[in-house]
T-cell receptor, first 108, second 112 residues
């Protein structure tokens, strides 16, 4: 049975860089790894998606090693508004598997 | 507002009743997904459609759950003979093939 592992929670301070790692076994060889952000009482919101190596957009970077059994979401210079739950998502045999989520709390 | 709408936003029902939820995706999106989420957990995949075809359904999903997307636009999710364990937030998302998923606000179901 496919599963993921993410830290349950993390704390950081405004202006710091935050890295959240998700490990995922049995990931499909041709599927992307995606990260989402979710605030209370809202649906998840897309952050970034990648297949291998490194991807960067205006809000985050995603690092994926060659074996693709893990991925690391990097949030540069976090602010209070980045307090949320962060999920990794991938596919195993066409079933979409979400991580349990990492609750990130940013302190002033 | 992501452009994905869900109706109703909240539903309270008694155990044993049937409920139906509706999702209207972004119009140009051919993929539509249904998820269930309980407090403190990540979304649990239920099923997804490409156009009107239901391509995948969770192997863990009870036969009491059924979904349709008859014209490849809106979708409905029906739960028959609801149980208290069905209480959750039901999320709908849409995307183009291979693209990011845009989520609706969800329907919160409470089964008494």
């Amino acid at each position: 049975l496919a599963k993921t592992t993410q830290p349950i929670s993390m704390d950081s301070y405004e202006g710091q860089e935050v890295n959240i790692t998700c490990s995922h076994n049995n990931i499909a060889t041709n599927d992307y790894i995606t990260w989402y952000q979710q605030f209370p009482s809202q649906g998840p919101r897309f952050i970034i998606q990648g297949y291998k190596t490194k991807v960067t957009n205006e809000v985050a970077s995603l690092f994926i090693p060659a074996d693709r059994k893990s991925s690391t979401l990097s949030l540069p210079r976090v602010s209070l508004s980045d307090t949320a739950v962060y999920y990794c998502l991938f596919a195993v045999n066409y079933q979409l598997i979400w991580g349990a989520g990492t609750k990130l709390i940013i302190k002033p | 507002d992501t452009g994905v709408s869900q109706d109703p936003r909240h539903k309270i029902t008694k155990r044993g009743q049937n409920v139906t939820f509706r999702c209207d995706p972004i119009s140009e999106h051919n993929r539509l997904y249904w998820y269930r989420q309980t407090l403190g957990q990540g979304p649990e995949f239920l099923t997804y459609f490409q156009n009107e075809a239901q391509l995948e359904k969770s192997r863990l999903l009870s036969d009491r759950f059924s979904a349709e997307r008859p014209k490849g636009s809106f979708s409905t999710l029906e739960i028959q003979r609801t149980e208290q364990g069905d209480s959750a937030m039901y999320l709908c998302a849409s995307s183009v093939a291979g693209g990011e998923q845009f989520f609706g606000p969800g329907t919160r179901l409470t089964v008494l």
